[in-house]
């Protein structure tokens, strides 16, 4: 979906409450509708949408979120409500509720951003096998006492203990 200026579907994907979501106004100009269609049609069809599938930012993560984008404030010409946010199987279920050939090939191409994604973060499991083992390697062959040593062994270990994060927004 990169025609012109447009912004890669993947960069339109945030982590948030340490869920991968989508903003509903990045989905509707996806969609090419007003979010306030896309929010009239999600209400319309909550049942549809359980917490785990879609959630409304806090004012602190808005902010948060505002202040990385530089989006505008409420008044002139900015959202009047706290945002919803989508995650993977909230869009699947917006293909549903948003019944267009538009929403329909909008998902797919967002459900292949999200599998890449997926996938990526998947391959790069490997590597904390490999400092796992750098890290005994380490052990063995050097004075555990030596400061310089044991700095690089408590790096080691927060490397494997924590995964890498991305685009955290919020709590």
């Known amino acids: 979906m990169k025609e012109g200026n447009e912004i890669p579907i993947q960069d339109l994907i945030y982590e948030i409450r340490g869920q991968k979501v989508m903003l509903d106004s990045d989905l509707a100009q996806l969609y090419e509708i007003e979010t306030k269609l896309l929010n009239k049609a999600v209400k319309r069809n909550m049942e549809r949408f359980p917490d785990f599938f879609m959630f ?23 959202r009047r409500y706290l945002p919803y946010v989508f995650t993977e199987h909230g869009v699947l ?26 996938q990526y973060v998947l391959s790069q499991g490997g590597t904390s096998d ?16 030596d400061k310089r040593v044991n700095d690089i062994i408590i790096a080691l270990n927060n490397l494997i203990e924590k995964p890498k994060e991305t ?4 709590f």
Do not use: H, P, W
Not at 56 to 68: A, G, M, P, V, Y
Not at 167 to 170: M, T, V
């Open 167 to 170: 685009r955290r927004i919020g």
């Open 130 to 145: 490999q400092i796992a083992e750098l890290r005994k390697l380490l052990m063995l062959y050097i004075d555990k006492n």
């Open 93 to 118: 279920m917006l293909s549903s509720v948003l019944n267009s050939k538009k929403a329909i090939s909008v998902n797919i191409e967002i459900m292949v951003a999200f599998i890449k994604m997926r």
């Open 56 to 78: 409304k930012l806090t004012e602190d993560e808005f902010n948060s979120l505002r202040f990385q984008f530089g989006t505008s404030k409420k008044g002139k010409g900015g």
